[in-house]
């Protein structure tokens, strides 16, 4: 079982890697290069749509959404170009910089979705 979990971790890395070179290739339609950003920013968020601290249901997000993001991206991305951009990606592994603006800017946008949802929530409830 931890093996199966190590080896799914693993590719689940290896994916995530080819939907950041996909998103950066010039050959990747625009559709495919929107979701692929949504998946990738969704992926390195430090923000859940369920906190991990919650047990079981904290991990069901990345366990349903983030395959069924990187699933959708494949679909979008030509096969040929994903094949090639997944071998690469297994071959020379990406190392990222951290960049903490980039955290900061992806909380805010958390943080202002979520505003603006209670917002047009309690809109509807008045109305």
């Known amino acids: 079982m931890i ?3 190590r080896r799914f971790a693993q590719n689940m890395k ?3 890697q080819v939907l950041y070179l996909a998103s ?3 050959r990747t339609p625009l559709a495919a290069k929107l979701l692929l950003i949504v998946v990738i920013a969704y992926a ?3 923000i859940d749509l369920i ?3 919650i047990p079981l249901i904290g991990y069901l997000d990345d366990l ?3 395959p069924l993001g990187i699933y959708l991206a494949m679909r979008l991305v030509p096969p040929e170009l994903w094949r090639e951009l997944q071998t690469r990606a297994e071959t020379q592994p990406l190392s990222l910089p951290k960049n903490r603006v ?3 800017v992806i909380a805010i946008v958390w943080i202002a979705a ?3 949802i209670v917002h047009w929530l309690w809109k509807l409830s008045v109305s």
Do not use: E, H, M, T
Request: proline share 12%; aromatic share 8%.
């Open 14 to 16: 290896v994916q995530l």
């Open 24 to 26: 950066r290739d010039p």
């Open 44 to 46: 390195f968020s430090p």
């Open 114 to 116: 979520l505003v603006a």
């Open 51 to 53: 906190p991990d601290f």
């Open 64 to 66: 349903i959404l983030l």
């Open 102 to 104: 980039a955290g900061v």
């Open 3 to 5: 093996k199966r979990l």
